[in-house]
């Protein structure tokens, strides 16, 4: 780093401080949503390639989970990999489902999280899924955050597979379809989701500019606040995510409009 970089890299500290030493602790949300965008472009703007891009965007995980224990967060819920990204090339997949198993592992043996995986299961290799279910059960006594891992995640997926667990749970209860009809609620497909009893997401953040949900918890974030990053997810910093509670706790939050 040269002169400057050095000066503006102290200022944002200092920033990031000012920002942290205002922050109401009590307005924290307990649930964050953060869909992770903007890996290949920050690669493709720093010259370098897709994988590294993705590995960049890894590292940044460990971190940001990090802040979220700083400032009292609950339950965090990453964006790994959709089910529309099973559509890239072979050899852009093939390395980012490696650099996702490598996440989940460490999460696992980071000793700070407990993992659990959101998404369809059968869509992803044998050997992810064997590090999903390993990771769930050496972590499941911890009592740190709550991490999701979405891969193989999609919104609607999650909604046709909540209805299709709702009816086979139905069924092996011997329940009568027009029972079944009459008692549909809410509360009983939310119960089916795959974040189960968990609380919905008070705040979701996107990088990168984009300002879309692209199916990420469409059932759960219906009163879910947003916050739209422009910068790049491998270049997060402190600062922004600061900023998102920041503005978060500014809003008055309104249920039905």
Not at 36 to 59: E, P
Not at 87 to 92: A, G, L, S, T, Y
Request: proline share 3%; net charge negative; with cysteine.
């Amino acid at each position: 780093m040269n002169l400057r970089d050095n000066l503006r890299s102290l200022l944002v500290r200092l920033y990031a401080r000012r920002v942290e030493g205002h922050l109401d602790h009590d307005q924290v949300p307990k649930h964050i949503g953060v869909i992770m965008d903007g890996n290949r472009r920050w690669a493709k703007a720093s010259g370098s390639t897709t994988v590294h891009g993705h590995r960049a965007g890894a590292d940044k995980i460990e971190e940001f989970l990090g802040w979220c224990t700083e400032t009292d967060v609950e339950v965090v819920t990453l964006w790994l990999l959709s089910t529309d990204n099973f559509d890239r090339p072979q050899d852009e997949l093939g390395p980012l489902l490696g650099i996702i198993e490598n996440v989940v592992r460490t999460l696992a043996a980071d000793g700070r999280w407990r993992v659990h995986h959101v998404g369809a299961m059968d869509l992803l290799p044998g050997a992810m899924q064997h590090t999903l279910k390993e990771a769930e059960e050496t972590t499941a006594h911890i009592d740190g955050i709550l991490v999701n891992v979405a891969i193989g995640y999609g919104g609607r997926q999650e909604i046709a597979d909540a209805v299709r667990s709702m009816l086979l749970d139905a069924k092996d209860k011997g329940v009568p379809m027009e029972d079944l009809a009459e008692s549909v609620d809410i509360d009983m497909i939310g119960r089916h989701l795959y974040t189960g009893a968990q609380p919905d997401p008070d705040l979701v953040i996107r990088t990168s500019g984009e300002q879309r949900l692209s199916g990420f918890m469409l059932w759960q974030t219906a009163h879910s606040e947003y916050y739209f990053c422009e910068v790049f997810w491998p270049a997060f910093r402190k600062v922004d995510f600061l900023r998102a509670l920041r503005d978060y706790a500014a809003r008055h939050r309104r249920y039905g409009g």
